[in-house]
């Protein structure tokens, strides 16, 4: 296949790379980069007090790491780890943390957790980016929980020819695109003509999750597959479906 993939980079070229040795023939054109959020100073001081610790993507995990790395501080080995899906858990065990991670990679999956059940007066901190989904935070403070939010991240959404593009594309034969996120979905509808309606609804889409599956199908694309995650393995899989 030769799918598209719109994700930030390196984990962009990392895909792709690992596809190719499934002789597929990704395209890659990440439509946003990620900097680093406003929040981050404010992580060793909320650390030092939470009880449980939730990140929403693999992102703010690296953000994080980095800002605490950089400070010579290690992440507090009795804290209580929370993330999304595979992938952003994947980021914690790689230093050696034991990590919980629903099998549902939603926000909802998250709030389904045991460990997030009995919150009433416990000091949860949340690791994401600028903007986003605010069902998490809500529905902890409404169990009594005191939720502090940092900003690991900001995404930066690229500006281009859209039109351009889309030629591009079309060119390179592209027959499938790669979605982890609403967002890169919606700025994909932003980024393109309306005269690419056709060729979009062409298009296989290999998602992570029902949640984005359930917009692009909103949108009036049919041909939707929903991986197992986010993760280079889960994307192979799918692919190779």
Same mark, same amino acid.
Request: hydrophobic residues 45%.
């Given at each position: ?6 994700? $930030?980079? $390196? ?14 023939? $990704? ?31 693999? +992102? ?26 595979? +992938? ?9 943390? &034991?990590? !919980?991670? $629903? ?75 790669? !979605? ?31 949640? !984005? ?5 909103? &949108? ?5 597959? !929903? ?10 899989? +799918?692919?190779?479906?």
């Amino acid at each position: 296949m030769t799918p598209l993939i719109l994700r $930030p980079q $390196p984990a962009a070229g990392e895909l792709a790379a690992y596809l190719r040795r499934d002789d597929h023939t $990704p395209v890659v054109c990440p439509l946003l980069t990620y900097q680093p959020g406003n929040g981050l100073a404010l992580l060793p001081a909320l650390l030092k007090q939470a009880e449980i610790t939730l990140a929403v993507s693999a +992102a703010a995990v690296q953000f994080a790491s980095r800002q605490l790395q950089q400070q010579k501080i290690p992440w507090p080995p009795a804290l209580t780890y929370l993330a999304v899906g595979p +992938a952003t858990a994947a980021e914690w065990q790689q230093q050696g943390l &034991s990590v !919980i991670s $629903p099998a549902d990679a939603r926000s909802e999956g998250l709030l389904a957790l045991p460990a997030l059940q009995s919150v009433n007066g416990k000091k949860i901190v949340i690791l994401r980016g600028n903007g986003g989904r605010e069902l998490l935070t809500e529905t902890l403070r409404h169990r009594g929980a005191q939720v502090s939010c940092v900003e690991c991240y900001r995404r930066h959404y690229l500006q281009t020819d859209g039109a351009r593009l889309l030629q591009e594309w079309q060119a390179a034969a592209v027959d499938s695109v790669i !979605i982890t996120s609403s967002e890169l979905f919606r700025q994909l509808l932003i980024l393109l003509p309306d005269t690419a309606g056709n060729w979009l609804s062409a298009l296989r889409w290999f998602v992570a999750s029902e949640r !984005i599956a359930e917009e692009i199908r909103h &949108s009036g694309f049919k041909q939707i597959t !929903i991986m197992s995650g986010a993760q280079h393995q889960a994307v192979a899989a +799918a692919l190779s479906e």
